[in-house]
C-alpha cells in the first residue's frame, strides 16, 4: 500500500531556478493538497484540488503554481525560486471534503532549500 | 475567519506523567469538524482521531483521550502515562463541514512534546 507518495524527498535549489514536486496517490481521492511547514507556522495550505482538472488557492498561493491533468496525480511547481520557499513540502489527499471530509493522508514530506 | 490556536508550542514531561496539549478554535459554522494529528521526529504525519461538531461525547483510546467542550470552543488532547514513543509535534486542524465548502483543514501552530525517561 503505497498511499500518497512524493517525488523528490530532497532537493536543493538556487534562487531563480525552477522545479517540480510530483505527488501520486493510489487511493482513488478525488481531493488534494499542497501544504508547507515552517518552524513555528504549522502547515499552511498552498494551492488544492477538489477532482481531477480543477485547482484552487489556499492560504499562501504566491510564487507556486499547479496542475491536477491526472486523478493521482498533483504536481506543484515553483517557477523561480526563492530562498523564502525553503520549506518541508507536505501533499495529502482526502475522498471527502466540504459536508463530509474526512482524514487527510499525507505523503512523507519533501525538504526544498533555496540557496 | 477559522482560527485554531494552540497556546503551548513546547512541554516537557517525564516517562509516565499525563499531559494535556490544548486546542482552542474559532469558526462561525455550526457544523465542522475537529482533528489531531501527531508528527514524530521522521516527520511522516498521523491521523489520531476526527470530532464531528455534533458530537461532543469524549473519546478514549487507549493512553489517548480528547475532550470536546464547544462551550468553550476547545478540542483538548490528554495523553495518560506518557512514554518516549510519544515525543512529536501535534497539530490541532479545523475544517468547515458545510455543504459547498471545501472543507479545507486549517493546522494550528502545533505543540512540541518532549517526554523524558
Known amino acids: 500500500n503505497a498511499g500518497v507518495t512524493q517525488t523528490p524527498k530532497f532537493r536543493v535549489l538556487k534562487t531563480g531556478q525552477s522545479m517540480t514536486l510530483l505527488c501520486a496517490q493510489d487511493?482513488?481521492?478525488?481531493?488534494m493538497y499542497w501544504y508547507r511547514q515552517d518552524p513555528g507556522m504549522g502547515l499552511r495550505l498552498i494551492h488544492y484540488?477538489?477532482?481531477?482538472?480543477?485547482?484552487a488557492k489556499g492560504e499562501v498561493p504566491d510564487g507556486y503554481n499547479v496542475s491536477r491533468l491526472k486523478k493521482q496525480n498533483f504536481l506543484l511547481g515553483l517557477e523561480s525560486a526563492a530562498p523564502s520557499q525553503t520549506s518541508v513540502y507536505f501533499c495529502?489527499?482526502?475522498?471527502?471534503?466540504?459536508?463530509?471530509?474526512?482524514?487527510?493522508?499525507f505523503g512523507e514530506g519533501s525538504r526544498l532549500t533555496v540557496l | 475567519a477559522q482560527k485554531v490556536t494552540q497556546a503551548q508550542t513546547e512541554i516537557s514531561v517525564v516517562e509516565k506523567e499525563d499531559v494535556t496539549l490544548d486546542c482552542v478554535y474559532e469558526?462561525?459554522?455550526?457544523?465542522?469538524?475537529l482533528f489531531w494529528y501527531k508528527q514524530p521526529p521522521s516527520g511522516e504525519l498521523v491521523f489520531l482521531i476526527r470530532?464531528?461538531?455534533?458530537?461532543?461525547q469524549n473519546e478514549i483510546s487507549g493512553r489517548y483521550s480528547w475532550n470536546f467542550q464547544k462551550s468553550t470552543s476547545s478540542f483538548n488532547f490528554t495523553i495518560t502515562a506518557s512514554q518516549v514513543v510519544d515525543s512529536a509535534v501535534y497539530f490541532c486542524?479545523?475544517?468547515?463541514?458545510?455543504?459547498?465548502?471545501?472543507?479545507?483543514?486549517?493546522f494550528g501552530k502545533g505543540t512540541k512534546l518532549s517526554v523524558k525517561p
Open positions: 495529502a489527499s482526502t475522498q471527502g471534503g466540504g459536508w463530509n471530509t474526512g482524514e487527510l493522508f
Open positions: 487511493m482513488n481521492h478525488e481531493y
Open positions: 484540488s477538489v477532482g481531477e482538472g480543477t485547482t
Open positions: 469558526t462561525r459554522d455550526t457544523t465542522y469538524y
Open positions: 470530532r464531528n461538531s455534533f458530537d461532543e
Open positions: 486542524a479545523l475544517s468547515e463541514a458545510i455543504k459547498g465548502s471545501q472543507g479545507n483543514l486549517i
